[in-house]
């Protein structure tokens, strides 16, 4: 499937169709958010588009939170996996974060579907360029809410660089490549925009115990 980037003059127009209202520029903040050509929609957009475009207008702050989480490994391990989880009063049904790690650290993640991501959701996952990834979850259509207002919607299993070594590498919010767009959105089932804060995660990597220490001994 061919991939889609957004350009800096195509950016601009997105946002001002936005602020006229355009079912096509609501279209491609989603589609520019996991990487694929803007869909052709209807009038009545799901819930999937509505996340990129709602968090443009989001309303301050609140106690609804998003955590990506905290993962510690070993020099020479593999992988490091992070949970997304979230903690809310009602149930969403779809989340978009556009993220940024160390790629001197960390590679490229896959990604899992959490516990309280319901049957028919899309959970996806494009990586832009070295240091940077989109996670977008929603349904095709008429999205049905999460199972459950609190619990992991998703794992971003990051395979750690070789040699990396002792080191660390945050998990944040970033708004490099398209700075019209929005870092995160958070929608409930009916398309409304849910308020949310987010807390950044890390993978830390430990130096791995010398093989010869034993000799010491």
């Not at 609140?62 to 989880?85: D, H, N």
């Not at 049904?93 to 993220?99: D, P």
């Not at 790690?101 to 360029?129: C, K, M, Q, R, W």
């Amino acid at each position: 499937m061919a991939r889609f980037r957004l350009k800096k003059s195509e950016t601009g127009m997105l946002a001002q169709d936005f602020a006229a209202g355009s079912t096509t520029s609501f279209a491609g903040l989603a589609a520019s958010a996991v990487g694929y050509p803007a869909p052709r929609v209807p009038s009545t957009l799901a819930a999937m588009i509505l996340i990129a475009t709602l968090a443009l207008a989001a309303a301050p702050a609140s106690a609804q939170t998003v955590t990506i989480g905290q993962a510690t490994a070993q020099a020479g391990q593999t992988t490091a996996t992070l949970p997304i989880t979230v903690d809310l009063p009602a149930a969403a049904a779809g989340l978009l974060l556009r993220l940024q790690y160390n790629p001197a650290v960390l590679d490229a993640p896959t990604v899992e579907a959490g516990d309280i991501v319901a049957p028919g959701h899309t959970v996806d996952l494009f990586s832009p360029e070295p240091g940077r990834v989109n996670l977008f979850i929603s349904g095709l259509s008429a999205s049905p809410p999460f199972t459950a207002q609190s619990g992991v919607t998703a794992r971003l299993h990051f395979p750690i660089k070789p040699y990396a070594g002792a080191s660390f590498s945050d998990v944040t919010l970033t708004a490099l490549g398209a700075p019209a767009l929005p870092v995160s959105g958070l929608v409930s089932a009916s398309g409304a925009n849910i308020a949310h804060t987010v807390t950044a995660g890390r993978v830390t990597v430990k130096r791995a115990a010398d093989a010869y220490t034993w000799m010491l001994y």
